[in-house]
Nanobody
Framework: QVQLVESGGGLVQPGGSLRLSCAAS??????VGWYRQAPGKQRELVAT???????YYGESVKGRFTISRDNAKNTIYLQMNSLKPEDTAVYYC???????WGQGTLVTVSS
């Protein structure tokens, strides 16, 4: 069974940048994604990346976030630029489709 551990969250000012990392171990996976959940809101899909490199982005982050994966290191990244307060959420990485959720990493965008 795959295990995914998110890291890289923190406090940034609007317009700032963060890079999230997701270290994966366990069973082999082909598609992984980043999700996020803000207080009082439902969890939403942010981006996905397949083993071959094909990507998908949610409309709200398109042009600002970049998902990538290092297959040799079994690590998935989310580069987040031009951050907005509405990006504040707990960010989770997961296989696609998701089955088990981890703890996530908190991103807070505030002045």
């Amino acid at each position: 069974q795959v295990q995914l551990v998110e890291s890289g969250g923190g406090l940034v000012q609007p317009g700032g940048s963060l890079r999230l990392s997701c270290a994966a171990s366990g069973s082999i996976f082909t598609i992984v994604g980043w999700y996020r959940q803000a207080p009082g809101k439902q969890r939403e899909l942010v981006a996905t990346v397949a083993r071959g490199g094909n990507t998908y982005y949610g409309e709200s982050v398109k042009g600002r976030f970049t998902i990538s994966r290092d297959n040799a290191k079994n690590t998935i990244y989310l580069q987040m630029n031009s951050l907005k307060p509405e990006d504040t959420a707990v960010y989770y990485c997961n296989i696609v489709p998701p089955v088990i959720w981890g703890q996530g990493t908190l991103v807070t965008v505030s002045s």
